[in-house]
Nanobody, 121 residues
């Protein structure tokens, strides 16, 4: 059984940094895609960054150069730098057991409960 638990959300000033963590259980390394998604009030859930089974992380254009996704054993991280108010959202960790990974939320069937990030100007 796959379980994902996020932590690290907080309120920060614009220009600040945060690191989110996602502790995963039931995920076999090399067979699961894992990534971060976010959803702001009144908006659809969007991809932030994912780590495929092979190859480099895949990022949304809106966060390239500012956010970094990494994985260490069963913990997924999202390092967020140069935050701006448009980054305010609930951030979710997601996983999917599949060979092809992309930054589309519909491809993921395991989700954490989310952690709130609020960036003030």
């Amino acid at each position: 059984q796959v379980q994902l638990v996020e932590s690290g959300g907080d309120s920060v000033q614009a220009g600040g940094s945060l690191r989110l963590s996602c502790t995963a259980s039931g995920v076999t390394s090399g067979t699961f895609c894992m990534g971060w998604f976010r959803q702001a009030p009144g908006k659809e859930r969007e991809g932030v960054g994912v780590i495929p089974n092979y190859g480099p992380p895949i990022y949304a254009d809106s966060v390239k150069g500012r956010f970094t996704v990494s994985k260490d054993n069963n913990t997924l991280y999202l390092q967020m730098d140069s935050l701006n108010p448009e980054d305010t959202a609930m951030y979710y960790c997601a996983a999917a057991q599949r060979s092809y990974c992309w930054i589309t939320s519909g491809m993921y069937n395991y989700w954490g409960q989310g952690t709130q990030v609020t960036v003030s100007s």
